[in-house]
């Protein structure tokens, strides 16, 4: 099972990009990387995954190296409202077909 | 764009008494979950579902937990006896794969 590793709290104002590491140094050839973000009080919500290389959507752009053994989340332009918990989770976390959420990133943007 | 839906959005009851949980999941995904977040914790797993049976359940999803389908789009999770330690935010998920799975707002569980 491929463990994840990623900062608990990073801080940010807005207009800036934040990037937010993750890493998994075991990930199995099989396993896609796949990123969550929660407000409080709220379901997590799927933000972008990937296998490898870069993915880009409206929301974010994940980039992963070629080994995979981490992946870069990227939040162009932040604003207050992206004030969230983000949690990189990679293939089926916790075996079987459950995910298994870590504490995540605690993202804090502010003025 | 298709959203998980989940009611009620808050439920109160007594210590013991049964609450059944709601979710309509997305109407194509195949997979269907339920997950809990006690209030300053992780989103723990308990059950997921699939082909209309059990595929997998944690610790806590003990013989007080079950969860149905009973038709075509609702998906039920209830609590037979509730306890204090059962309050927390109840989230169903729903997926067309497992590694990608979609959630839906939550059901805030107080039990007093």
């Known amino acids: 099972l491929a463990k994840t590793t990623q900062p608990i709290s990073m801080d940010s104002y807005e207009g800036q990009e934040v990037n937010i590491t993750c890493s998994h140094n075991?990930?199995?050839?099989?396993?896609?990387i796949t990123w969550y973000q929660q407000f409080p009080s709220q379901g997590p919500r799927f933000i972008i995954q990937g296998y490898k290389t870069k993915v880009t959507n409206e929301v974010a752009s994940l980039f992963i190296p070629a080994d995979r053994k981490s992946s870069t989340l990227s939040l162009p332009r932040v604003s207050l409202s992206d004030t969230a918990v983000y949690y990189c989770l990679v293939g089926l976390t916790g075996g079987g077909n459950k995910l298994t959420f870590g504490t995540g990133t605690q993202l804090k943007v502010e003025l | 764009e298709p959203e998980v839906t989940q009611t009620p959005s808050h439920q109160v009851t007594q210590m013991g008494q049964e609450v059944i949980l709601r979710c309509v999941p997305i109407s194509n995904h195949l997979y269907f979950y339920w997950y809990r977040q006690i209030l300053g914790q992780k989103v723990e797993f308990l059950v997921s579902?699939?082909?209309?049976?059990?595929?997998?359940k944690s610790e806590i999803f003990d013989d007080q937990f079950s969860v149905e389908r009973p038709d075509g789009s609702n998906f039920t999770l209830k609590i037979r006896s509730t306890k204090l330690e059962d309050s927390a935010m109840y989230f169903c998920?729903?997926?067309?794969?497992?590694?990608?799975?979609?959630f839906g707002p939550g059901t805030r569980l107080t039990v007093l």
């Open positions: 998920a729903s997926g067309f794969r497992t590694d990608t799975q979609y």
């Open positions: 075991n990930i199995a050839t099989n396993d896609y």
């Open positions: 579902f699939y082909n209309n049976e059990i595929s997998e």
